[in-house]
């Protein structure tokens, strides 16, 4: 889970609902193939440009890769996911590049590649990246858009959130006691134990630890100074690790406490089986990850093939698998097509959640952007 630079934002309010049921070579032809309905798969919106799924998967098929950017494969299951889709379509190889980078660098990279095979096909982004790139997307709603929560989407397809999960705080029992509240980590039970993942003004579940220091601390999120003002004393406590969290440092003991999404936490298990993990009593924050289609994808028709496959029952199931929660998960649900199993087994959620509106979000940016460096150094 080396995601070090990873993500910044997650989505609105509405998300809570479905989150408490529970990311070269010459330049490339991106006007063909076109499907039987007419249109060109790099302006296709939906399926029925392509006319069937058939003929999609022709003229994915036909194009014969697909670029991913910016996906570990121990994040969130995406490992099997990805490996699940090569052998479902073994004419479409899958070219995985950069997997610990950035939303801002996934962009970066479409960017520098721009007219290149090797551009990304499609992206894995956390909300304020997306929100400040739209101009780069290119529209689609998959055959399951309908039931996808209408706050979780962008009305025309730009991007859509896929999975997503709570804040929670892992730590090694064999050597920590469990973290009740936020003030217990400034005791010195926890010297020089506590880590982030990543830097807030630019990974988001670094930017997500941050809100929930400041819910957590009486705070709203229309103003994240509690959160920050929590880290500066946890800093200035000595408890305070400034190193990027992977599976090796949780195995190795180098990070033993870790603020990080639940699914994410949950995984070091396999690296440490004294690994728990707490989602703290009170107010909790959620957040969701959302995907999107470069609008200069050098493989369009894989491209969409692609986000079909992530919002079908199946793959909706493997996040589920991963330990996140499917952004169909109410659909699927009442469908009786969700793992009740894996979803029975998800850890309790807070019975008060908050999820930071765009505008919150983006504010929370502009502030750590400005006081985050000094609060911590």
Not at 136 to 164: H, M, R
Not at 201 to 224: C, E, K, R
Request: charged content about 20%; some cysteine.
């Amino acid at each position: 889970m080396s995601r070090t630079l990873r993500r910044a934002g997650v989505f609105t309010l509405a998300a809570v609902t479905a989150l408490s049921l529970a990311a070269c070579s010459g330049a490339s032809d991106v006007s063909a193939p076109s499907g039987s309905g007419g249109a060109d798969a790099a302006t296709a919106t939906s399926l029925a440009d392509f006319g069937t799924f058939a003929d999609l998967e022709a003229a994915a098929k036909a194009e014969g890769k697909l670029n991913v950017i910016a996906l570990p494969r121990d994040w969130a299951n995406y490992g099997e996911i990805i490996d699940l889709f090569a052998e479902t379509y073994p004419e479409i190889t899958v070219e995985e590049q950069s997997p610990d980078i950035s939303s801002a660098e996934e962009i970066q990279a479409a960017e520098a590649n721009a007219g290149l095979d090797t551009a990304p096909d499609v992206f894995d982004l956390g909300l304020t990246v997306a929100l400040q790139n739209t101009d780069g997307f290119a529209p689609y709603k998959v055959q399951t858009w309908s039931e996808i929560p209408d706050a979780l989407k962008e009305p025309t397809g730009l991007f859509v959130g896929d999975y997503g999960g709570y804040m929670s705080i892992g730590y090694d029992s064999a050597k920590y006691p469990a973290p009740a509240s936020l003030e217990d980590l400034l005791g010195s039970d926890y010297t020089a134990a506590v880590a982030i993942n990543g830097d807030p003004t630019q990974a988001g579940a670094a930017f997500a630890a941050v809100g929930l220091a400041t819910v957590q601390s009486g705070g709203t999120l229309d103003d994240y100074t509690p959160g920050i003002d929590f880290f500066s004393q946890l800093n200035a406590a000595g408890n305070m690790l400034k190193v990027d969290v992977t599976s090796a440092t949780v195995s190795s003991g180098e990070t033993p406490v870790v603020f990080d999404w639940d699914y994410l936490n949950a995984a070091h298990t396999d690296a440490n089986a004294d690994w728990k993990v707490v989602v703290l009593p009170g107010t909790g924050y959620a957040g969701y990850y959302n995907q999107a289609i470069n609008k200069d994808a050098p493989h369009p028709a894989a491209a969409r093939l692609w986000q079909e496959f992530l919002y079908s029952d199946e793959v909706q199931n493997l996040w589920l698998k991963g330990g996140a929660r499917p952004v169909r998960m109410q659909a699927m649900t009442d469908a009786g097509t969700i793992d009740q199993a894996l979803a029975d087994a998800l850890p309790a959620v807070p019975e008060t959640t908050v999820v930071p509106s765009e505008e919150q979000s983006t504010a929370a940016g502009t502030l750590l952007g400005e006081k985050w460096a000094a609060a911590v150094q």
